[in-house]
Nanobody
C-alpha cells in the first residue's frame, strides 16, 4: 500500500489543523493505521493509531484530549485532527499502516512521506 500524507502547515499556538493520509494500492480496510511524528533532532515517535474495523484507538499521552484519529474506509483515508496546538507539536508527521487488527506503537510495514507541521508561539 502507498501512503500520501498532507495537510501540514504553519499555524499559531492554539490553532487547529487536520492531517490526511490517502492510501492506494491495497485494501485499506484491512490495515490498522497510525500517525507518528519526528521533531527536529529527535527520533520518530508514535502519536495515535486506529485499528481496522474502527473498534479501538490509542494515543500518546501528550495527544490525549487534543488530537483525534479517524478513518474513512470509503475514501481510503485516515485523518488526524489536531486541536489546541502547541509549539512542541512542531514536527514532520508520518502516517503508517500495518496489516493487523491490533494496534502497535512501533511496528508498521508501510510509511508515507511525511507532512511538516510548524506551530509558532
Amino acid at each position: 500500500v502507498q501512503l500520501q500524507a498532507s495537510g501540514g502547515g504553519l499555524v499559531q499556538a492554539g490553532d487547529s489543523l487536520r492531517l490526511s493520509c490517502a492510501a492506494s494500492g491495497g485494501t485499506f480496510s484491512r490495515y490498522t493505521m497510525a500517525w507518528f511524528r519526528q521533531a527536529p533532532g529527535k527520533e520518530r515517535v508514535f502519536v495515535a493509531a486506529i485499528s481496522r474495523n474502527i473498534d479501538s484507538t490509542h494515543y500518546v499521552d501528550s495527544a490525549k484530549g487534543r488530537f483525534t484519529i479517524s478513518r474513512d474506509d470509503a475514501k481510503n483515508t485516515v485523518y488526524l485532527q489536531m486541536n489546541s496546538l502547541k509549539p512542541e507539536d512542531t514536527a514532520v508527521y508520518y502516517c503508517a499502516a500495518r496489516m493487523s487488527d491490533t494496534i502497535s506503537t512501533l511496528v508498521y510495514s508501510y510509511w508515507g512521506q511525511g507532512t511538516l507541521v510548524t506551530v509558532s508561539s
